[in-house]
């Protein structure tokens, strides 16, 4: 256990979608390679369950915060996979804190790594990052919409807006839009026609 004395937990909304999960597996392995001790949990009490059915499990975060103990973790390190500090990110902070008063001498340290977007400049590296990634084939004139993921609950909508602001002002054709809150597609479409857009890429702004 005395090797296993650090470690690292990855908490994400989760996803059910094979197709999406390579995604989760690909950041899971960044961690791995650089030598640390990687636990993956899923905030989806939903996204579990339907795992679970079809015979995968998945760790709730008290339960992986459970198994880091039992690996002799001291020193935990929690990484959130979410985008912004929204409605999943709360419930997260919860969790921990409820884990942590049940259990206060398990780790000597506990240390939480906010999400994606939480200061002006990791939104301009990530529109930077976004931008230099986009279809090579778009032609001009050709709108991008990026959606993400939102809520109605939280101030993680403000913060979308915000990114939605420092992408438009790289590229007046690059929109954000999210499929929950304030945010919506239909926010954008107004606009779109004023462009005279005539053809839109859609894009994931999502870890998933």
Same mark, same amino acid.
């Given at each position: 256990?005395?090797?296993?004395?650090?470690?690292?937990?990855?908490?994400?909304? @989760?996803? /059910?979608?094979?197709?999406?999960?390579?995604?989760? !597996?690909?950041?899971?392995?960044?961690?791995?390679?650089?030598?640390?001790?990687?636990?993956?949990?899923? +905030?989806?009490?939903?996204?579990? !369950?339907?795992?679970?059915? /079809? @015979? +995968?499990?998945?760790?709730?975060?008290?339960?992986?915060?459970?198994?880091?103990?039992?690996?002799?973790?001291?020193?935990?390190?929690?990484?959130?996979?979410?985008? +912004?500090?929204?409605?999943?990110?709360?419930?997260?902070?919860?969790?921990? +804190?409820?884990?942590?008063?049940?259990?206060?001498?398990?780790?000597?340290?506990?240390?939480?790594?906010?999400?994606?977007?939480?200061?002006?400049?990791?939104?301009?590296?990530?529109?930077? =990052?976004?931008?230099?990634?986009?279809?090579?084939?778009?032609?001009?004139?050709?709108?991008?919409?990026?959606?993400?993921?939102?809520?109605?609950?939280?101030?993680?909508?403000?913060?979308? /807006?915000? =990114?939605?602001?420092?992408?438009?002002?790289?590229?007046?054709?690059?929109?954000?839009?999210?499929?929950?809150?304030?945010? /919506?597609?239909?926010?954008?479409?107004?606009?779109?026609?004023?462009?005279?857009?005539?053809?839109?890429?859609?894009?994931?702004?999502?870890?998933?």
């Amino acid at each position: 256990a005395g090797q296993n004395k650090s470690g690292v937990l990855l908490v994400a909304f @989760g996803t /059910s979608v094979e197709s999406a999960m390579p995604a989760l !597996k690909a950041i899971e392995q960044d961690y791995v390679e650089e030598g640390n001790f990687v636990i993956c949990a899923y +905030t989806s009490d939903i996204i579990r !369950k339907k795992l679970e059915k /079809s @015979g +995968t499990k998945i760790f709730s975060v008290s339960a992986a915060m459970d198994e880091c103990a039992r690996n002799g973790i001291k020193e935990l390190r929690i990484q959130s996979l979410h985008v +912004t500090s929204g409605e999943e990110f709360s419930q997260l902070e919860r969790m921990i +804190t409820k884990n942590l008063v049940k259990y206060p001498d398990r780790f000597e340290h506990v240390f939480l790594g906010q999400p994606l977007l939480e200061s002006e400049q990791d939104m301009n590296e990530v529109a930077d =990052a976004v931008l230099a990634d986009l279809n090579r084939d778009r032609k001009p004139g050709d709108a991008v919409v990026l959606m993400g993921h939102g809520n109605d609950r939280g101030h993680g909508d403000l913060v979308l /807006s915000a =990114a939605g602001t420092a992408f438009a002002a790289r590229d007046p054709l690059v929109f954000l839009a999210a499929v929950e809150g304030a945010n /919506s597609f239909e926010k954008i479409l107004p606009e779109l026609k004023r462009k005279g857009v005539n053809r839109v890429w859609l894009q994931p702004f999502m870890i998933v």
